[in-house]
């Protein structure tokens, strides 16, 4: 069974970082795009970043020069460095990919972590 598991949150003070990372686990394939998504309390999902195979990167307008996503292909695991938090970037921060499973014949399915809780606060 795939799933994804996220780690790194915690709560930090504005102007600090924090790293998240994120593991895909189980029979894969091969996995296409992995991020990151977040959602605040009364706020829908919204994109953060993603990290497409070919190693294209997108980003949110309101992370861009601060985040960074990086991707371990050979672990299969993506990263989100945040640098310059602000309290505003307070959510829950859920990971997501585009894995096919290995031994099945659908291609692609949609995978999301149970989300890592950051806090950004004085």
Do not use: H
Not at 10 to 19: D, F, N, T, Y
Not at 69 to 82: C, E, H, I, P, W
């Amino acid at each position: 069974q795939v799933q994804l598991v996220e780690s790194g949150g915690g709560l930090v003070q504005p102007g600090g970082s924090l790293r998240l990372s994120c593991a895909a686990s189980g029979s894969i394939y091969t996995i296409n795009t992995m991020g990151w998504y977040r959602q605040a309390p009364g706020k829908e999902r919204e994109m953060v970043a993603t990290f497409t195979r070919s190693g294209t990167t997108n980003y949110a307008d309101s992370v861009k020069g601060r985040f960074t996503v990086a991707r371990d292909g050979a672990a299969n695991t993506v990263f989100l460095q945040m640098n310059s938090l602000k309290p505003e970037d307070t959510a829950i921060y859920y990971c997501n990919a585009d894995i096919w499973a290995a031994g099945t014949s659908s291609r692609y399915n949609n995978y999301w972590g149970p989300g890592t809780q950051v806090t950004v606060s004085s």
